[in-house]
C-alpha cells in the first residue's frame, strides 16, 4: 500500500498517548450512546405507535380526514362501508371498531383497555391465538386477550376468567399474541363487531374505520379519489403510517424533545472529541515537523490525520453502539413496556453524526499540521 508506512506511523503515535486517545474514544463513545439511545427510544414509541395498523394489518384504512392516530378514531357513518363496498375496484370492505372502557376484575379493581371488535363474518384482522379456539369467539360474552407486555394488568387472565365490562359479562375464551405492543400502555381485548358496539357506549355511529382490500394496484388511485369524493380520506398501511409518525414528530412534543437531545449529545462529543484531538496535535507538531523534514509530504500528513480520526471515531462508534445494544437487551429483558429498539435509520444517523465529529476534528488538526515548517522545528 502506498501510504502503509505513514499510516503505521499515526496509528502508533495516535495509541502510544494512552490518555489521549482514550479521552477521544470515551468522549465519541459517550456522544454515540446518548444519540442512539434518544434516537432508538423515538424509533421504539413509532414502532408501538404504528401497533394497530401493524397487527390489523389492512393493505387501505378508511377514516375521517381529522384522524392523527390509530387509537384516536372518529366514528363513520354507516353508510360510508355500503358505499365503498360499491365501489369500482374494492375487492371486499369490512368495519373495525376500537374503543376504551374500563373493566372490573374479579378482585374488585377496575383497569383501563382497549376493545377492538371485528368484522362478525370474515373477523379480518384477527390476532393469532396462543391458547383457545378462533370459533369461540361466537359464544356469548367471549373475548379474546392479548397476551403482550401489559397482560399482568389483568391479573393473569387464563382461559375461563371472568370481567365486568358496562354492567356486561366478559369471557376469556383466548389468549393471542400479536407482532406488536401498544403504545398506551393499557391491555387490549378483541370481540365481534356487534358485541363490542354493544357492551362500548358510542354515538350514533359506530365504525371507527372502513378496511379495505383493492383488486390490485391501480385500482388503490380510484379509490381514494372515489372516498375522497364522499368527504372521507383513504389511506394504504404505509400512508397511515406516516401519518402517525408525522403526528408524534411535528405535533407532539416527542419529536422535539428528542431531537434537542440528540442536538446536544452530538455538540458534546464533537466538542469533546475535537478539543482532545486539537490538543494531541499541538503535543505533537514536533513530531510531524519531523516527518516534513525527512521528506513526508503535506498529503502523506493529510492523509495520517484523516486516518487516526477515522480509526479513532470508527472504534468509538463502535463501542457505543456495542453499548446501547447492550443496555436496551438488559432493559427489555427486566422491562417489557421498555419501547426502544435499534434501526438502520438512526444506526445510520449516529454514523452520519460520528463522521462530522471526525471530519471537523480533523479539519483544524490538519490545518495546524500544514503550517508547520521544519526549520521551525529544529531551531526551538
Do not use: C
Amino acid at each position: 500500500m502506498k501510504y502503509s508506512g505513514i499510516l503505521r506511523i499515526g496509528f502508533k503515535l495516535l495509541v502510544n498517548d494512552k490518555a489521549k486517545f482514550s479521552a477521544l474514544l470515551i468522549g465519541i463513545t459517550f456522544a454515540v450512546f446518548l444519540m442512539m439511545q434518544m434516537t432508538a427510544m423515538f424509533a421504539g414509541i413509532l414502532n408501538r405507535a404504528y401497533s394497530t395498523v401493524t397487527n390489523i394489518g389492512a393493505t387501505m384504512w378508511i377514516m375521517d380526514p381529522a384522524v392523527n392516530t390509530a387509537t384516536s378514531s372518529i366514528p363513520l357513518p354507516n353508510y360510508l362501508l355500503d358505499a365503498v363496498r360499491s365501489m369500482d375496484g374494492v375487492s371486499y370492505a369490512v368495519p373495525l371498531f376500537i374503543g376504551g372502557a374500563q373493566v372490573r376484575l374479579a378482585s374488585g379493581t377496575y383497569q383501563g383497555i382497549t376493545v377492538v371488535g371485528l368484522d362478525d363474518t370474515s373477523l379480518f384482522g384477527r390476532p393469532e391465538l396462543e391458547q383457545g379456539k378462533i370459533e369461540d369467539i361466537y359464544a356469548d360474552n367471549s373475548f379474546f386477550v392479548v397476551n403482550d407486555a401489559e397482560f399482568e394488568k389483568l391479573e393473569h387472565p387464563k382461559i375461563g376468567t371472568s370481567f365486568e365490562l358496562n354492567d356486561h359479562r366478559g369471557v376469556i375464551v383466548g389468549i393471542a399474541k400479536v407482532a406488536s405492543n401498544g403504545l398506551n400502555g393499557v391491555p387490549t381485548l378483541y370481540t365481534t363487531y356487534s358485541r363490542a358496539t354493544e357492551y362500548i357506549p358510542t354515538t350514533r355511529f359506530t365504525i371507527s374505520y372502513v378496511l379495505l382490500q383493492a383488486k390490485n394496484e391501480a385500482a388503490i388511485m380510484s379509490i381514494k379519489q372515489q372516498v375522497a369524493k364522499l368527504g372521507y380520506v383513504a389511506f394504504t398501511k404505509d400512508e397511515f403510517n406516516t401519518r402517525i409518525a408525522d403526528y408524534y414528530t411535528y405535533k407532539t412534543g416527542i419529536g422535539t424533545n428528542i431531537l434537542i437531545m440528540t442536538v446536544i449529545s452530538f455538540l458534546v462529543g464533537l466538542s469533546i472529541s475535537g478539543q482532545t484531538f486539537y490538543s494531541f496535535i499541538l503535543e505533537n507538531l514536533e513530531k510531524f515537523g519531523a516527518l516534513k523534514a525527512i521528506g513526508a509530504k503535506g498529503r502523506e500528513l493529510v492523509y495520517m490525520i484523516l486516518f487516526m480520526a477515522t480509526f479513532t471515531a470508527l472504534t468509538g462508534f463502535g463501542l457505543g453502539v456495542g453499548l446501547v445494544t447492550l443496555m436496551i437487551s438488559i432493559t427489555r429483558a427486566r422491562l417489557p413496556n421498555y419501547a426502544a429498539i435499534i434501526t438502520f435509520w438512526n444506526l445510520g444517523l449516529a454514523f452520519g453524526m460520528v463522521v462530522v465529529i471526525a471530519a471537523i476534528s480533523s479539519y483544524f488538526g490538519i490545518r495546524r499540521v500544514l503550517k508547520i515548517e521544519p526549520f521551525d522545528i529544529f531551531r526551538g
